[in-house]
């Protein structure tokens, strides 16, 4: 199958296989235990989403995710952003959320999930809204040779040994170091 009879299939299946009335899918997306892998879930909502807080709060079991034990495992899921499904298209969400356990027996108050590091980054932002930080993303890269059909080792490295202490190559640009 080449690109173009695939791309034309999807299209028929988003067009044709997907009607959906007025409701959409919202697939809620959150970090699971790990802190590093993402799971989701998809839920109906009756109609297109305008605003975050027509999306409602839902749970999932967090003992299936490492976020809780069997005996008490309910976690609430709070949408926090919510983005154009561009698997899905249409109007059809991807609803990221932030995540709660329960911090009572009584089921009333909640607390930050143990991966909700948003909960304490929103708690700081809120008290310094006047001030307006710029973020920025780190990039490294690693360059590997190939040395022969079953050995890739980082370029400019000494074969099967390591380079000196970082120093001279930290944040450096070129061959020379």
Same mark, same amino acid.
């Given at each position: 199958?080449?690109?173009? +009879?695939?791309?034309?299939?999807?299209?028929?299946?988003?067009?044709?296989?997907?009607?959906?009335?007025?409701?959409?899918?919202?697939? &809620?997306?959150?970090?699971? /235990?790990?802190?590093? @892998?993402?799971?989701?879930?998809?839920?109906?909502? %009756?109609?297109?989403?305008? *605003?975050?807080?027509?999306?409602?709060?839902?749970?999932?079991?967090?003992?299936?995710?490492?976020?809780?034990?069997?005996?008490?495992?309910?976690?609430?899921?709070? %949408?926090?952003?919510?983005?154009?499904? %561009?698997?899905?298209?249409?109007? @059809?969400?991807?609803?990221?959320? +932030?995540? &709660?356990?329960?911090?009572?027996?009584?089921?009333?108050?909640?607390?930050?999930?143990?991966?909700? =590091?948003?909960?304490?980054?929103?708690?700081?932002?809120?008290?310094?809204?006047?001030?307006?930080?710029? =973020?920025?993303?780190?990039? *490294? &890269?690693?360059?590997?040779?190939?040395?022969?059909? =079953?050995?890739?080792?980082?370029? /400019?490295?000494?074969?099967?040994?390591?380079?000196?202490?970082?120093?001279?190559?930290?944040?450096?640009?070129?061959?020379?170091?």
């Amino acid at each position: 199958m080449n690109s173009r +009879s695939s791309h034309l299939i999807h299209g028929h299946y988003l067009k044709e296989m997907l009607y959906q009335s007025e409701k959409i899918i919202a697939e &809620y997306i959150w970090i699971d /235990g790990t802190g590093i @892998n993402l799971r989701s879930k998809s839920r109906t909502l %009756p109609s297109a989403v305008k *605003e975050i807080s027509e999306i409602p709060e839902w749970n999932y079991d967090g003992s299936s995710c490492k976020q809780a034990i069997t005996s008490d495992s309910e976690v609430i899921m709070k %949408p926090v952003a919510y983005f154009p499904d %561009p698997f899905r298209s249409g109007d @059809n969400i991807l609803v990221l959320c +932030s995540t &709660y356990k329960w911090a009572d027996q009584e089921r009333t108050k909640l607390k930050p999930a143990n991966t909700n =590091f948003r909960h304490f980054a929103e708690t700081i932002f809120n008290e310094t809204r006047e001030h307006h930080p710029w =973020f920025g993303i780190e990039q *490294e &890269y690693t360059l590997f040779e190939t040395i022969n059909s =079953f050995t890739r080792w980082p370029l /400019g490295w000494p074969e099967g040994g390591y380079p000196a202490k970082q120093g001279p190559y930290y944040c450096s640009v070129g061959s020379s170091v």
